[in-house]
């Protein structure tokens, strides 16, 4: 499912207006590799964890394999902060404090 189609996320009522406004302004540039040929938008800090989709906080981004130097974009930074994620959320996490042995003072 593409990501404009889940029901728990919300878009702009003008996301196009705004996708429009940075493929003009990047030129094709990638703002993670910083290569020719980006084709989709990014938010550069994800919206779970405090991004906004205010133009200054997209760029954009290969979707598939960047042609130059063969880094996966978007793929590896939406891996890198969905582990990011998960490893915040295990260090928050409450976990019960250990009991002493009965056997023990």
């Known amino acids: 499912m593409a990501w404009g189609q ?3 996320r919300v878009i702009p009522p ?11 302004r990047d030129g094709g540039i990638c703002h993670v590799c910083g290569h020719a040929g980006a084709d989709q ?7 779970a964890h405090g991004g906004s989709h ?10 598939s394999t960047c042609p130059t ?5 978007h793929t590896d930074k939406t ?5 990011a994620g998960r490893a915040a959320r295990r260090a928050t996490a409450k976990h019960p404090r250990p009991r002493k042995h009965p056997g023990r003072d």
């Open 6 to 8: 889940q029901s728990n």
């Open 14 to 24: 003008d996301w196009d207006a705004r996708k429009a406004v940075v493929h003009d």
């Open 41 to 47: 938008v990014d938010h550069k800090l994800a919206v």
């Open 54 to 63: 205010d133009i200054d906080n997209l760029g954009l981004i290969h979707g």
């Open 69 to 73: 130097c063969g880094r996966r974009c």
């Open 79 to 83: 891996q890198r902060e969905a582990a």
